[in-house]
């Protein structure tokens, strides 16, 4: 979150006519402007233009205010280069301590935004700005409770804080604490109907609870208030998967990623539609554009891994299990390398790595009738899955 604190400058503006100062008329003309841009080249020059008689507060609000810009801009380094100066000149400067955490978090260096959100609120204690930031970058650690006790402080600092209640409620459908989160996002409506995200949110709360006729709806209502939230695509195209009605799938994911061509989460979607209309071309290309992406993702290659099974392409398959065990020891990853292994001839190696499945899932030593269901394996990997339990069967223990 952006907090721009006009608290420095309005000293000066109170005290001095453009034409007594320059640096006022630069720094008034980058708190009227909307483009970040500008913003950066107005606040430069009423830095440049500063003089002691501008005083020192007022040069570290336009530091702050220029670090902001940088940060619509994601330039985080420039960003938090011209915080750290604004504290410099104004060590109490809370604004400047929330909004480098902001900066930090951009980053993805938790540790430093949670020191700054922290040093803001102790300078602050009834300062929700922090506390909503504070949230925000638990939440991207995935620490969901710690998340939601920011996320209820801020809001009983401002109660009528739409963002704050869709982050939580964005908050308690990952924990998932289903009907708290519709609770919030409906909180959102009632304060702001034109809230896109609240109904994207609703309707992934949806497609948990099955109800997909309303998952729908609220996407659509997303859609129509911000027809460029590849979010609610990405929303609604994971319903129509739900309702085996691919095309319409693809179609979906196909429109966020040309909303949002870097995101690795949209490609994994597509390519899975792909692999269950078995175009494994098409679902091969894409789930590797999303592990180049996203090189830190265990399932984009477990998934890689199996459409690769199904083509055919069984060492490539091998390859993609094995980059996705590396990252993280899943059962399913287990069994998919002792399928192809298994194809490929590699009975003895393909055992052992169906044992270290069966031993993190023990249900595997069924075979198919553990997986029975399952969209995510074809006839041929149920086959292979009941081969591979025969053989442990029939084998000595190691």
């Known amino acids: 979150m952006l907090t721009k604190t006009l608290a420095g400058a309005i000293l000066l503006w109170t005290a001095l006519s453009w034409a007594d100062s320059m640096f006022s008329y630069w720094l008034y003309r980058g708190y009227n402007s909307k483009d970040s841009g500008e913003q950066v080249e107005f606040y430069t020059n009423a830095l440049a233009a500063w003089t002691a008689g501008d005083g020192p507060k007022n040069k570290a609000a336009a530091y702050n205010s220029r670090g902001l810009a940088y940060h619509a801009k994601m330039d985080e380094d420039r960003a938090i280069q011209d915080f750290d100066r604004a504290i410099e000149l104004r060590p109490g400067y809370e604004a400047a301590y929330c909004n480098r955490g902001d900066a930090f978090r951009g980053k993805k260096d938790y540790d430093h935004a949670v020191q700054d959100y922290d040093k803001a609120v102790k300078l ?230 169906f044992r270290k499945g069966v031993k993190l899932e023990p249900a595997l030593a069924e075979g198919a009738k553990a997986v029975k269901g399952k969209d995510a394996y074809t006839k041929g990997q149920l086959k292979a899955l009941d081969e591979l339990a025969g053989l442990l069967k029939k084998a000595p223990r190691p």
């Open 124 to 353: 602050k204690p009834g300062y929700e700005a922090a506390y909503y930031g504070r949230g925000n970058t638990f939440h991207e650690m995935k620490e969901i409770d710690r998340a939601i006790r920011d996320y209820t402080k801020a809001l009983e600092l401002k109660p009528d804080w739409e963002a704050a209640f869709c982050s939580r409620g964005n908050a308690f459908r990952e924990k998932p604490d289903i009907d708290r989160a519709i609770q919030d996002y409906n909180v959102v409506i009632e304060l702001n109907p034109s809230f896109a995200e609240a109904y994207y949110g609703r309707g992934l709360v949806y497609v948990m609870k099955k109800d997909f006729k309303q998952g729908l709806a609220d996407c659509a209502k997303a859609i129509a208030l911000k027809p460029d939230a590849a979010e609610a695509y990405r929303c609604r195209g994971n319903i129509y998967v739900e309702k085996k009605d691919l095309d319409k799938a693809v179609e979906d994911f196909s429109r966020a990623i040309a909303l949002k061509a870097d995101d690795a989460a949209l490609y994994l979607d597509r390519g899975s539609a792909y692999r269950l209309q078995g175009d494994y071309g098409r679902a091969i290309a894409d789930l590797s554009r999303s592990v180049a992406l996203d090189p830190g993702a265990p399932r984009s290659y477990s998934r890689l891994g199996h459409c690769c099974y199904e083509a055919g392409k069984d060492q490539d398959a091998v390859d993609a299990f094995i980059k996705s065990l590396n990252l993280h020891r899943d059962p399913g990853a287990w069994a998919g390398l002792a399928m192809a292994l298994l194809r490929q001839g590699h009975a003895d190696k393909a055992l052992s790595a």
